[in-house]
């Protein structure tokens, strides 16, 4: 069975300070992979997608990026937090088959800026 | 653009009644509709997952309805118990990779 794994499962940073946040898929080859941040009292926002190694899609410009440097890893990463920078980030995979995209979700990393 | 709305926000009910969350959306051109549960500092949990084609899911209590022509989809929870409280989102597939999520009910189930 496939299997999600995000760490940290909490990270408390300065304002200024750089970000990087790991996520890994385990018993699945080449799925889609997501990047959502959930702010307090908002839905969730996708931030990034990716459908392949060194694929990468940004859906809202900011000071975020994503990397994806192995098939089944997908790291959202910046050099400098902003305050609004805090929230719940989920990661998510998807295998697309016959138009069907059931989403899968990790158990989220809670990052808090000071 | 895609909007999808859940209504009520929250909900609250003595343990054993049967329930039902709405979920509207503004664009009836969707693939899939999806249904999930978020327990609190949790991620998501996908519950059901209707294709555009399906009128109706079920998975054990859960009961999950789509009609694309009025742009609804329900949740319904048959007999409910307390750990179903929980906060229950919908989202909507349009194909272009990312869903389209609700706010959320948030659901209280009293003992």
Redesign the interface.
Known sequence: SQTIH?WPATLVQPVGSPLSLECTVEGTSNP?L?WYRQAAG???Q?LF?S?GIGQI?S?VPQNLSASRPQDRQFILSSKKLLLSDSG?Y?C?WSLTSG??????????T?LTVL | KQE?TQIPAALSVPEGENLVLNCSFTDSAI??L?W?RQDP??????LL?I?SSQREQTSGRLNASLDKSSGRSTLYIAASQPGDSATY?C?A?T?R???T????TRLQVQP
């Open positions: 995000q889609n997501y908002r839905g969730l996708l997608y459908v899609s859906e719940f989920l998510a138009g069907i995209n059931e989403q899968f979700f990790g158990p989220g809670r | 999808v693939y899939n999806q999930f500092g949790k991620g998501l949990t996908s997952l294709q989102l989202a597939d194909g990779r990312a869903l999520f609700g706010s959320g």
